[in-house]
């Protein structure tokens, strides 16, 4: 007869909850009209095209024609969702996006067909303020907006500096869906796999044929438009925000934002308790540091000089050798008002972007 060894020695296995804010950044919606989903369903999604004539869209409708675009680039996305507008039962686009919102967390970018003008503008305004943070992709052939008219849809988003909506000018159809298909098929957030949507490809999409003038009216106001260069290359510039901000620096600090706060809750989740100490301090910015290096080892962050404020111990001019530094207050200088609330003291995250280089100057000399 044998005993146990747990007697004397007693091992137990704990497994982590596998928890996070939001699971990913890599699905699209798209919104439309047609009646295939039932309203009660709200958003279904799907793996490839296949799945949707299997679900019963027969190949006319918006949304299908959309989602065929969107799974034609390269890299290719793994999935699509679909939503629901009950526009005849009164439904407001703006309504319609937030129903999909509430029934659905995970999907990033977010397209309405057949929206008007006030309706991306409206549409544009509630993003912004939506939470879980996500993007409005818009299309817009609007002859307003290659005349630069005052007022047009692009200079209104423009002037109320919305941060969140990205649009392309095009005569084709839900153009701006093809460079999510990219965002979304190209954001595996693996090393090295940072990108911007400067001069990407838009399969399926043509380019169009406009003046160098009317290429600068849509540049001015920050719509993004598909063009062809040197009769060969066709390119999607500028990869913008109606504000102007590149789209993958919107993308990627949501992602940071995000793996920071699951980052965190896990620590206290997991935790029996994290001491309102400098020691548990430094405990709980050690579990910062995860995806902060996630971040660097994609190509979002990188080493360089910290060139604005200064901030606790970095003073401007100083080096971030990883490309980001962690600080916080002491316990010592925490009120007692925080202490009681069991407060940790401010957190600092300081962080160097790598930035991109999407223009090249050069000068070549010739001696003869």
């Known amino acids: 007869m044998t005993l146990p060894l747990s007697d004397a020695v007693d091992v137990s296995l704990s497994v982590g909850p596998v928890s996070a804010v939001r699971s990913g950044f890599n699905l699209a919606l798209i919104v439309g009209t047609s009646k295939i989903i039932k309203k009660e369903n709200r958003v279904k999604t799907y ?12 190949g006319k409708e918006p949304e299908y024609l959309a989602a065929q675009l969107y799974f034609s680039q390269s890299p290719k996305p793994s ?46 305004k509630y993003i912004d303020s939506a939470t879980p943070s996500s993007i409005y992709a818009y299309t817009t ?40 298909g990219y965002a979304m098929g190209a954001n595996t957030q693996t090393a090295s796999s940072a990108y911007t949507l400067k001069f990407k490809q838009e399969v399926g999409v043509k380019t169009e044929n406009l003046t160098g003038t009317q290429v600068t009216a849509l540049k001015n106001n920050n719509c993004n438009v598909y063009i062809n260069r040197g009769s060969v290359y066709n390119l999607f510039e500028d990869g913008v925000m109606a504000d102007g901000t590149p789209f993958d620096e ?49 190509g979002f962050i990188a080493p360089g000089i910290w060139n604005t404020a200064s901030v606790l111990t970095v003073q401007t001019g100083d080096t971030l050798p990883r490309g980001y530094v962690i600080l916080s207050d002491t316990i010592d200088e925490q009120s007692q008002a925080d202490r009681e609330e069991r407060k940790a003291p401010p957190i600092y995250i300081l962080v160097k972007l790598s930035g991109a280089i999407e223009f090249v100057n050069i000068k070549v000399y010739v001696n003869r």
């Open 47 to 58: 793996s490839k095209i296949g799945d949707m004539s299997a679900d019963g869209w027969k």
């Open 79 to 124: 999935k699509i969702a679909i939503g629901v507008w009950d526009k005849e039962g009164g439904e407001s686009a703006v309504e319609a996006m937030t129903a999909c919102r509430e029934k659905n967390q995970e999907w990033y970018i977010g397209y309405v067909c057949g929206v008007s003008k006030t309706e991306i503008i409206e549409l544009a």
């Open 141 to 180: 052939n609007d002859e307003e907006v290659l005349n630069n008219v005052e007022g047009n849809v692009i200079e209104a988003l423009k002037k109320d500096g919305m941060h969140r909506t990205i649009g392309q000018y095009s005569s084709v159809d839900d153009a701006i869906i093809a460079i999510a």
């Open 250 to 298: 919107v993308l990627n600090l949501d992602i940071l934002k995000n793996n920071i706060q699951a980052a965190v809750i896990n620590a206290l989740q997991t935790s029996s308790k994290i001491p309102q100490t400098d020691p548990g301090m430094d405990n709980l910015l050690n579990h910062i540091t995860a995806p902060l290096e996630k971040a660097r080892s994609i």
